[in-house]
């Protein structure tokens, strides 16, 4: 079981990372987008050294994993090495196999969309199963350890330096659009990340909770919390049953209260952070 769920996890690693890397080479290396990171230096550096992005990427990312490996030991994340060699050498291959030498369409802001929505996508499915494609990430995690710097407010000023150095290396065009695409980028990653976890927060006010708790704990495999209640304008003695539910086996347990307690008040709240068993440990 131990060796599926391995096997399940770098699985969703080099997909997620796969994303990364469509985005970046097809999409934000040719149009020269810079909005921070990693490869945001590298299209800067590819375009005022003799290296390529790809180069400038596999070079940058290879020392901050030696730096990772020096500053934080050898745990310091295996999911993170094997990520950020995945990204560093697809690029490196598509570059030698599929030269792009001009953007592929002649479309800036579509291009643009596709440059912040995979990446965003795939960094999101990685940050969700605690790990990241290397990068600037690695820095974060040297700074964390060893000083008492805001790592958030430290990431986000490096990513603006990187963005405005557009100005200095491209129009003002490709800088604006490298502007637009880091404001953007962060919000499309919290929210891919809030909609991958959310989950229903069930209150269930009824007359009858046992055969409710029974079509959760048999039919949907979770569990529930009752608790007694009293009604305050009719006094009357109910039960709460509180239970939390992933968004599919919402609609069933929606579907079976109406159906054989149909007097039941059903509360129902969307959330993305539950921590413990069957969710979030």
């Not at 927060?201 to 569990?223: A, D, M």
């Not at 086996?249 to 068993?277: C, H, M, W, Y």
């Amino acid at each position: 079981m131990k060796s599926k769920n391995i096997f399940k996890e770098y699985f969703q690693i080099t997909i997620s990372t796969l994303l990364i890397v469509i985005g970046v080479y097809f999409f934000k290396f040719p149009n020269n987008f810079t909005f921070g990171g990693i490869t945001g230096l590298s299209v800067v550096l590819g375009r005022v050294t003799i290296f390529s992005p790809s180069t400038v990427n596999l070079i940058l990312n290879v020392f901050l994993l030696i730096l990772g490996f020096i500053f934080l030991g050898k745990p310091f994340g295996i999911k993170t090495v094997y990520a950020s060699l995945l990204l560093s050498g697809c690029l490196s291959v598509l570059e030698r196999v599929y030269p792009l030498h001009h953007p592929l369409t002649d479309e800036p802001m579509l291009e643009l969309v596709f440059a912040i929505a995979l990446p965003a996508f795939g960094s999101a499915l990685l940050f969700n199963i605690n790990a990241s494609s290397g990068g600037t990430d690695i820095v974060a995690m040297i700074l964390k350890k060893y000083s008492n710097i805001d790592i958030g407010r430290a990431l986000i000023f490096s990513d603006l330096l990187i963005t405005l150095s557009a100005c200095f290396v491209f129009d003002i065009k490709t800088a604006l659009f490298s502007l637009l695409g880091l404001l953007t980028k962060s919000l499309v990653i919290d929210n891919v990340i809030e909609s991958i976890n959310l989950a229903k927060y069930f209150n269930v006010i009824c007359s009858n909770p046992e055969i409710i708790c029974n079509f959760i704990v048999n039919e949907l495999h979770r569990s529930a919390t009752v608790c007694d209640a009293q009604g305050a304008y009719s006094h009357t003695h109910k039960y709460i049953v509180y239970t939390a539910l992933r968004r599919p086996q919402a609609v069933q347990l929606r579907q079976f209260i109406k159906r054989v307690e149909p007097d039941a008040f059903i509360l129902i709240t969307n959330t993305s952070e539950i921590i413990g068993k069957g969710f979030h440990d």
